[in-house]
């Protein structure tokens, strides 16, 4: 919201800049985004007069100007502009000097002549708004010579531009934020101007009647002007409301909208002509009606959109915009002044629905109080008086049905100072409360608070420290040890082990990424995933963003693709991230939340192949200290190259699948490269971590490496040949190493080499050669009667 700082000027004193302003504001709990203060960088412009004018001897359409600007000597200027004649004043930049958007003037030479800078337009200074400017700005004949332009024209005022948090929709006009300036600089605060005297003998209650059909309006207020002038409003008020970024339409309209930014509750004015059947009734829209609104775009309403009806036909949509067809014209004699309040959640959904947000629905949607709507009323009449552009109607419709009253609280003064950590006498707290128009009272070490209708979010004691927190200045509150009674906090297991696989994976060479859970339908069809696949059963989402963002994932493969597709494209030739997120399968009884896992993606490419995405696997299940796991080839899931792709096993349960992803799923990404993914299942291998350290002492005797290298068919697997060397070497094998497969012109069709380093050790005595060579023909035998293999 934007704040001019002159129009806070009216109703409380302020003796600081705007930009101190903006930080006090800030420090009392006012969010103020940023201060923007006019002409701030216009530099060295100051008011000159004309002397003389000739044509440029060089030039046509150049003139050759002297202009007093206060110095000894007249500077001599050349411009084409020809709005001007002798004896005008004008703004002068003069050499060195910065106009509007940061642009320098400096002396120089047009066509052979010196120019000692330029003249300016409005639109040079700034301050052209919306107008066609053409020629040079003429200011006032009596206008004092030499002077700053800013000062001339009053451009050192500043805009705060505040974000106003949904609580407090007080805060979203002018009034609420010369309170909240008020009890920040303490001082007192003024109203705006009310009165006014009905001077029109008719009477709005003989012309028009009010019915409200619907709970979702709580209040309508409504009065009559007659003998209306439309013209433009005077310059103050233009002036007021472009720099509150409202644009200026004419008198009456203005008045709306001044209302609505000073009072912060939206009007809306009806040509009384256009009310045919005499009455005006709050109902909601019938299903699919049709509607154009002021920006004469047709609308299509439902039956959960409330309207503001002429009998039976809709001039407005309540809370949010009016008709085309009721519209404040040129010839228009009297208007009706609606100022009503409407359930905000209502509003809100409309107003989403309707893709239609005004400046009049952002305030209603945040629950406006109902009691502003008469002030506000009354402050538009008296507006309508003072600018002397129509008479006010004798009598006030207001139907208000269920009357807001002010509430009350008690709160300890000594809960507040133990709440806060802070020693607060209780007469500041008094002082503090009633400056933000919180009638306060003490009874003992009890505060008796009267809130308004306008502080709706103030209902519990903690609302009340909260007040006095920010007035007593949150920079003043000494910094304390939390007090409580529960345990030192700190991380759960899941957590630490989460860090464990983050910090394994970082220093394997990954970086870690983050994805959205919401996916669309198409991913199920990229990656290839059958029509009867269980995968295909996602949780859908009621209000999506998008088609794009339409169902929760079931499986985050197409996730990882989507990262690496975006790194393929971008050039990036290796790429190795990992993602731990949430998978999400719907719960057989939809009245229950579907089932949520925990998964870690790995994917990769470039530089890379199966077994440097099966390292990775293993550097997780090692930091987790999981041992009894395997792997087991897969060729059925669509998504992976079928002779490429394993199952990582523990015991019996299946943690996940880990390979090279199908071609043509890599196609549907487009990349062109192979692309390798892991997707295991973290709960269960959290289940099967050991965070038990056991010491094993060093070892006393020698260890024994025997390299392995074996000849086996293509199909046989690692896993396979692991197994039995583990089997028939017993307590005896230390550790096994693969460190090499090959196939070539050495090797004949359909067979591969394997090769493994092998050590053996015992912890109670030396090993012999006669020892290690016995276990080592075991397995060589083993391996050849189970596998065929053949020793190379």
């Known amino acids: 919201m934007k704040v001019p700082v002159t129009w806070l000027k009216d109703y409380v004193d302020i003796n600081i800049t705007g930009k101190e302003l903006g930080d006090r504001l800030t420090l009392s709990g006012s969010k103020v985004e940023e201060v923007v203060t006019t002409g701030e960088d216009i530099k060295n412009v100051v008011t000159g007069k004309l002397i003389k004018i000739e044509n440029h001897p060089g030039a046509d359409n150049l003139f050759v100007c002297q202009v007093d600007v206060g110095k000894e000597e007249p500077l001599q200027i050349i411009t084409a502009a020809k709005n001007m ?18 642009v320098k003037i400096k002396k120089g030479k047009l066509r052979g002549l010196v120019s000692n800078g330029m003249f300016c337009s409005e639109e040079e200074l700034g301050i052209a708004g919306d107008k066609q400017i053409e020629g040079l700005m003429i200011l006032p004949g009596d206008t004092p010579i030499g002077k700053d332009i800013k000062e001339v024209l009053n451009m050192t ?7 106003i948090t949904s609580n407090r929709p007080d805060c979203l006009s002018i009034l609420g934020i010369v309170r909240e300036t008020a009890a920040t600089l303490n001082e007192t605060y003024r109203l705006p101007e009310f009165k006014y005297s009905s001077s029109s003998d008719g009477n709005i209650q003989d012309k028009l009647k009010v019915e409200i059909k619907d709970g979702l309006c709580r209040r309508y207020i409504a009065r009559g002007i007659e003998d209306v002038k439309i013209k433009p ?6 002036e007021r409301l472009l720099e509150a970024g409202v644009r200026p339409i004419n008198n009456i309209v203005d008045i709306t909208n001044f209302v609505m930014l000073e ?15 005499g009455s005006i009734v709050v109902e909601r829209a019938g299903e699919g009606e049709k509607f154009i609104t002021l920006d004469s775009e047709e609308r299509i309403l439902d039956k959960d959109i409330l309207t503001i ?18 519209e404040i014209r040129e010839d228009t004699s009297s208007v009706v002044f609606e100022c009503a309040n409407f359930n905000g959640t209502n509003i809100r959904i409309s107003s989403q629905k309707l893709a239609l947000r005004t400046e009049a629905s952002s305030r209603f949607e945040k629950d406006l109080d109902p009691n502003l709507a008469e002030m506000a009323m009354d402050r538009a009449c008296y507006l309508i008086e003072m600018l002397g552009c129509g008479r006010v109607m004798e009598g006030t419709i207001d139907v208000y049905n269920e009357k807001v009253y002010p509430h009350s609280l008690e709160v300890d003064c000594n809960w507040i100072n133990k709440f806060l950590g802070t020693n607060i006498p209780k007469e500041n707290m008094v002082e503090y409360l009633n400056r933000l128009a919180l009638r306060t009272e003490i009874d003992e070490d009890t505060l008796k608070i009267e809130v308004p209708t306008f502080r709706g979010d103030i209902n519990i004691k903690e609302d009340v420290a909260e007040e006095i927190a920010r007035i007593y200045g949150y920079d003043n509150i000494p910094s304390t040890i939390i007090k409580s009674a529960s345990t030192k906090g700190g991380k759960n297991e899941k957590q630490k082990l989460d860090d464990k696989v983050i910090e394994t994976m970082i220093s394997s060479g990954f970086s870690q990424s983050i994805n959205y859970s919401f996916i669309s339908r198409k991913v199920f069809d990229k990656i290839l995933l059958t029509e009867d696949s269980s995968l295909r059963n996602a949780v859908i989402i009621k209000n999506p963003l998008g088609e794009d963002y339409s169902i929760m994932r079931t499986t985050t493969l197409s996730s990882m693709m989507e990262c690496l597709s975006r790194n393929y494209s971008r050039k990036n030739e290796m790429v190795r991230l990992f993602e731990i997120g949430k998978v999400y399968i719907p719960h057989e009884d939809t009245d229950k939340l579907p089932k949520e896992k925990n998964i870690i993606t790995i994917g990769m490419y470039g530089s890379s192949d199966y077994f440097n995405l099966k390292g990775a696997v293993e550097n997780i299940l090692e930091i987790l200290k999981i041992e009894r796991f395997s792997f087991q ?38 990349v062109e490269e192979r692309c390798y993914i892991a997707e295991l299942n973290l709960d269960i291998l959290y289940r099967y971590a050991n965070s038990y350290n056991k010491y094993t002492p060093l ?26 060397i583990k089997k028939q070497g017993g307590n005896m094998v230390e550790k096994i190493k693969f460190f090499d497969i090959y196939k070539g012109k050495q090797i004949e069709a359909g067979k591969k080499s394997i090769a493994y380093s092998i050590s053996y050790r015992l912890s109670n005595k030396t090993l012999t050669d006669a020892e290690v060579n016995k276990v080592h023909d075991k397995i060589l035998k083993a391996l050849e009667y189970k596998l065929g293999a053949q020793l190379r």
Request: glycine share 8%; proline share 6%.
């Open 233 to 238: 409003s005077p310059s103050w008020m233009e």
């Open 633 to 670: 080839r897969e060729s059925e899931n669509p998504s992976f190259h079928p002779g490429r792709t394993a199952l990582l096993y523990i015991k019996k349960d299946l943690v996940g699948i880990l390979g090279e992803i199908h071609p043509k799923v890599c196609e549907n990404y487009e």
């Open 157 to 163: 005022s500043s805009i705060l531009d505040l974000e």
């Open 699 to 724: 070892p006393k005797f020698p260890s024994v490496t025997r390299d392995l290298a074996v000849l086996v068919d293509d199909d046989i697997l690692v896993q396979d040949i692991e197994d039995i």
């Open 309 to 326: 009806k002429d009998g039976n036909r809709t001039i407005g949509i309540a809370g949010i915009m009016g008709g085309l067809n009721s």
């Open 263 to 277: 009072m912060g509750i939206p009007m809306h004015a009806y040509d009384i002509r256009e009310i045919t059947s």
């Open 85 to 102: 004649k002798e004896k005008d004043v004008i703004p002068v930049a003069l050499h060195d000097s910065i106009i509007y958007g940061g």
